[in-house]
């Protein structure tokens, strides 16, 4: 393209694009309390984040921890490798299917998910107080709405 040509669609200004702003926020969030528990607990935030969801749902395969995570199945397995090395996590056969096998957190895991769990929380409060009650919701409503319409837009 030469000095006068102009391009037939408009400038991709990546400051203003929503999900360049919205991938530099959540790792600029995630990384500020990651920080935390990489020093105090030796996780990384892929294991911090698997973590997570077996903390909330256990007796679940590697995939649906990859799925609920929306993290690379790889990257996922790999801290899943680390966690178990480490005693935080457990793999056992699945009941219903001897092929299939379900993770879960150990004590130690749960031990390390119940201290790090209150310290996640209490940086989302202190991120969230910088917004009103009604800019919380609003938040809620938009990240919600964003979300389904990803999702309606994966499924065409």
Excluded: C
Aim: overall charge positive; hydrophobic content about 40%; cysteine-free.
């Amino acid at each position: 393209m030469s000095g006068t040509d102009t391009p037939k669609h408009k400038a991709l200004v990546l400051e203003s694009f929503l999900p360049y702003r919205l991938s530099v926020l959540t790792n600029t969030i995630s990384q500020a309390i990651a920080d935390v528990y990489e020093r105090r607990f030796a996780l990384t935030v892929t294991e911090w984040r698997v973590m997570a969801v077996l903390g909330q749902t256990s007796g679940l395969s590697a995939r649906a921890v990859a799925e609920r995570t929306a993290m690379d199945k790889v990257a996922v397995s790999r801290a899943l490798t680390r966690l178990i090395d480490a005693g935080r996590v457990q793999r056992q056969t699945a009941t219903h299917d001897k092929r299939q096998s379900v993770l879960g957190l150990t004590a130690k895991g749960r031990k390390v998910y119940d201290q790090v769990a209150p310290l996640a929380l209490e940086h989302e409060q202190r991120l969230l107080s910088h917004l009103s009650a009604e800019e919380q919701r609003w938040l809620t409503r938009i990240l919600d709405r964003l979300w389904q319409a990803e999702l309606e837009e994966i499924a065409r």
